[in-house]
């Protein structure tokens, strides 16, 4: 069923984003990476992944502008977004899902969590 | 795949290798150099093509993981007799036997353990005798068909041989494959490792050390070679010996694991750091010591990290404190002013001059009486065309006299002070003097009057009278002291009028020149003061030639309106605070206080306004915040990487790791999660001593939450041998609460239950309806507090005992956390306990 579905992963943590990769991957999805929030936003017009894990303090453009870019775009605003953030206050998940995200997970994340939170992602997309 | 598996095809890659070879090599020699009967050749190849195809089969099947066992027994004296017989064919029978199976048995003796070296011996000899015994005919063979058969041979040898060489590389790869992985999570260990900076010893039985990693070099300052095979005494304190020698060393070789063990590391410098030791002690496949793997943690980093946002969180609480000082004081100053304002406004615009007239003349009236003999004292004062009439009179009166006293008075002042006025526009006010001949009648007319004109800055503005029912009551000294009273009455009401000026000008230059700004406003809602630092705040330029509308627009942006709501709503000169975030001029907070104004008689005068610009006290705020955040983020992230590759390594290497190494991840894996769980508490600890926790409420049913909490404890509980038991009423009533923070509380009570509890004790949770409150509570069957420490739980980073602190290891913060999380809810929390017996935790939460 989830074979082959394809998740990018915008984090701007090298190593984060490793666990993440390997994690995902081991679980059958296919993974693309970007390392920042303008690379993200291309890489989702052009990709199309089917989900989007998107991390919130990033150099740049935040997870939060990220995630309203992304649900502005007639081509990219069905793409469900989990959010996964070391921010640990819960007014930071009120404005994750008014910006439109699907999910919002603290990090150090919980693997089951994260995994169950995708597949339901995917299963509303759809 | 079995853990096993690797050096067995180890072996058996050496064994099949050498043996392979050994026998082609003397094959070859053998036909090269010995000329040698048909029938022993044949036999010869028929020995080789067994030794072949016997290692191929059991290679292959070892490979599959088949007939492991048996193959393991069978490969070794199999292959031994094999090349017995190759040497024996290849010629050795001439020779003497002992000597000649001397070779096989040096190679199976390098590969084999003993057990074998001895059984294939014994083979090797009973087939020795045999063959020794029945080796009997030659039969020549000469010509082109040897030769023949020679080159045959030789084919089909080269043939047997490609195939083993093939199978070789195939098997070497897969072995090779097998190592890269390895090494890849080898890799991933070093990471971690070098992640977590933890030292890694390895401590063989006897105490000494046998590996150690880089981490623990650096912390020690030592090199390598100076403490491989020391005793590992060395690098610990001389109090921490203990655990390395007996009893406690054997109990811990015996116990097989030791957790948390506090100690010092001694430096070669001298230096000591705390740590924290935990190990586990390896073991061999027979169960035998192998030595004790320990890791060891720097405690420093979590020390000065714990230490660090200690004094991060004091200095924002001493901050926030003196910033919350300040605000006390300056809503305490602006209280203050707005209160003297109103009086003053009192006195400036309520109050008219007549009422101070009033005053003086109820002072000057007290004494009148014992200088002149009057029956009516009566004071008209002007106020324009209307005009106010007092009388004092010492008897009861009627209308009848009232109308005398009231026309006789405004004839007089129609003659007196030049005026035109009607008894009509007279207001009375009839006072009378209890104390002084009560209840006398009035009887017949009044026949004297003596009336004085009042003089105030040469204006007359009234008259005192008085009268009596007496005839020619008034001699001409009583005329005197009245005009004499007149006198001082305007004299005292001019001082009274310039102090109360001049007070009036002192007052309208502080408003003037005041940092904050003031907005005065009269009963009807009208602008009266606008200071400038108001004006500047609100960035007005001139309010003349302003619009009413436009001024009301500004008033709506500091929402006045509601201010003043608030304050007609409220009873009494209540004062009215309110932060205000403004955009324009310049984005700024201010703090607003709005006052009522009233005047002697409790009617509403106005409001008085004053506006404190706030803006960096709440952006000092603003910065506490972000570096809470900041803290948290920081701390967080590195956790992740941490905690993502060991669950990877949990999950996936499950045939990479022996045993003992998964419950070192495992490890990790939880002290990851402990101080992701302190970092939450250091973070709520410092909301709260900001005040910024904040509940989320909503309608949750106690007894299900209970339920939920208590099974996520049913592993630890069972692993500790603790018994956990739950009882609440199915009826309980519903609350209003936040059943993330409630479930905080919760987890927090039965851990502590759980952790100070011994092996075979008992947790109870209850929870049960109270006078209009719900009523949860944890008792343990624990070490139990002492009374005096009942209060100092609750209170942050505090543990009870040394002695406990060391065993059981907590933040300290988890009880100050509950206590704030219940009082937010309106609840109470408290324990009940005796040292030794156990302890009892109680929260409740009112009813709604």
């Known amino acids: 069923m989830k074979m082959g579905n394809k998740i990018l992963v915008i984090d701007d943590e090298p190593l984060v984003v490793e666990v993440l990769k390997i994690r995902l991957e081991m679980n059958n999805y296919e993974v693309i990476i970007a390392r920042d929030g303008v690379d993200g936003l291309e890489r989702a017009m052009r990709e199309k992944p089917d989900l989007i894990i998107l991390d919130i303090v990033m150099p740049g453009l935040d997870g939060y502008q990220i995630c309203r870019k992304l649900k502005e775009d007639r081509k990219t605003k069905t793409i469900p977004v989990i959010m996964l953030t070391a921010l640990g206050q819960s007014a930071g998940r009120k404005k994750g899902y008014s910006s439109g995200a699907y999910d919002y997970i603290f990090k150090p994340f919980d693997d089951e969590e994260l995994l169950n939170s995708i597949e339901r992602a995917l299963k509303y997309k759809k | 795949m079995e853990r096993t598996s690797q050096p067995d095809v180890f072996l058996l890659n050496i064994a099949y290798k050498y043996t392979g070879l050994l026998a082609g090599l003397v094959w070859a020699l053998t036909l090269i150099l010995k000329e040698i009967p048909l029938n022993m050749f044949a036999q010869a190849f028929s020995v080789i093509l067994v030794t072949v195809l016997f290692n191929i089969t059991s290679t292959k099947m070892m490979l599959k993981g088949k007939f492991l066992k048996l193959n393991k027994i069978l490969i070794g004296p199999l292959n031994v007799i094999f090349v017995a017989l190759l040497v024996y064919y290849s010629g050795g029978y001439k020779s003497n036997l002992w000597v000649m199976f001397l070779l096989p048995l040096i190679i199976v003796s390098l590969v084999y353990t003993p057990k074998q070296v001895v059984l294939s011996a014994s083979f090797v000899a009973i087939i020795c005798s045999l063959l020794y015994f029945f080796q009997t005919e030659r039969i020549e063979f000469e010509g082109v068909a040897w030769l023949l058969l020679k080159i045959g041979i030789f084919f089909v040898v080269s043939l047997l041989f490609t195939k083993i060489v093939d199978l070789e590389t195939k098997h070497r790869r897969a072995f090779q494959e097998k190592s890269r992985e390895l090494t890849k999570t080898q890799d991933y260990t070093d990471n971690i490792v070098k992640s977590m900076l933890d030292s890694l010893i390895v401590i063989n039985p006897d105490g000494r050390i046998e590996k150690i990693n880089k981490a623990a070099l650096d912390i020690l300052g030592y090199r390598e070679r100076e403490l491989i095979k020391k005793p590992v005494t060395r690098i610990f304190s001389q109090k921490d010996e203990v655990l390395f020698r007996d009893p406690q060393w054997e109990e811990l070789l015996k116990k097989g694991f030791v957790r948390d063990f506090e100690s010092t590391y001694v430096t070669k410098k001298g230096d000591r750091i705390p740590v924290s030791l935990s190990g586990s002690v390896m073991r061999d496949g027979e169960g035998k010591t192998e030595g004790v793997v320990a890791v060891v943690r720097d405690m420093r980093a979590l020390k000065t990290l714990i230490a660090g946002l200690e004094k991060a969180g004091r200095e924002i609480r001493e901050y926030s404190e003196s910033l919350e000082k300040k605000v006390d004081e300056r809503t305490k100053e602006i209280r203050k002013h707005a209160h003297e304002f109103s009086i003053i406004y009192e006195i400036s615009k309520g109050i008219s001059y007549t009422l101070d007239i009033h005053q003086i003349l109820e002072t000057i009236m007290g004494s009148l009486h014992r200088l002149i003999d009057y029956d009516v004292f009566a004071s008209l004062l002007m106020e324009g065309k209307k005009g106010e009439l007092i009388i004092e009179s010492y008897h009861s009166v009627n209308e009848k006299f009232l109308q005398a006293v009231k026309s006789n008075l405004a004839g007089v002042a129609n003659s007196l002070l030049g005026r035109d006025v009607r008894v009509e526009d007279l207001r009375v006010t009839l006072r009378k003097e209890k104390s002084f001949r009560l209840g006398q009648q009035v009887k017949g007319e009044l026949e004297s009057f003596l009336n004085v004109p009042l003089v105030i800055d040469n204006v007359p503005m009234g008259i005192l009278h008085i009268s009596s029912f007496r005839k020619n009551a008034f001699s001409e000294d009583d005329i005197r002291i009245l005009h004499t009273v007149a006198d001082q009455v305007a004299s005292a ?356």
């Open chain 2, 493 to 848: 009401h001019k001082k009274l009028k310039d102090l109360i000026f001049k007070e009036k000008r002192k007052i309208e230059s502080m408003v003037e020149s005041m940092s904050e700004g003031v907005i005065m406003t009269d009963e009807n809602d009208n602008l009266v003061v606008l200071n400038p630092a108001a004006k500047g705040m609100l960035g007005i330029s001139s309010i003349d030639s302003m619009p009413d509308e436009e001024m009301w627009n500004y008033f709506r942006k500091l929402k006045l309106g509601r201010m003043y709501q608030k304050l007609s709503e409220q009873a009494g000169s209540e004062v009215v605070t309110e932060d205000v975030d403004l955009d324009e001029p310049k984005p700024i907070t201010l703090k607003i206080a709005s006052s009522l104004v009233r005047n002697h008689l409790g009617e509403r005068l106005g409001v008085v306004t004053i506006l404190r610009d706030i803006t960096k006290e709440k952006e000092v705020d603003r910065m506490k915040s972000d570096f809470i955040s900041f803290v948290s983020h920081e701390l967080r992230t590195p956790l992740t990487i941490v905690k993502g590759f060991v669950t990877i390594m949990l999950d996936e290497a499950s045939s990479r790791f022996t045993r003992d190494q998964k419950e070192h991840l495992s490890y990790i894996n939880e002290s990851i999660d402990r101080l992701s769980r302190i970092i939450s508490n250091l973070l709520d600890i410092s909301k709260i001593d900001a005040g910024r926790l904040r509940l989320q409420k909503k309608s949750i049913d106690v007894g299900s939450l209970i339920k939920r909490v208590a099974r996520s404890f049913r592993l630890y509980a069972k692993s500790k041998g603790i018994k956990l038991e739950i009882s609440f009423d199915s009826k309980l009533s519903r609350v209003l609460a936040d059943p993330d923070r409630v479930t905080q509380v919760l987890t927090n009570f039965i851990d502590n239950a759980i952790k100070f509890s011994d092996k075979n004790g008992e947790v109870f949770i209850e929870a049960k309806e109270g006078k209009d409150v719900i009523e949860v509570s944890v008792a343990d069957s624990g070490i139990g507090i002492s009374p005096e420490n009942f209060n100092r739980i609750f209170n942050k980073f505090q543990r009870v005992e040394k002695g406990v602190s060391s065993k059981l290891r907590g933040t300290g913060l988890g009880l100050p956390i509950s206590k704030e999380i219940i009082r937010l809810h309106g609840g109470e929390i408290w324990v009940e306990s005796e040292a030794g017996k156990g302890s009892k935790f109680t929260f409740t939460l009112p009813q709604k």
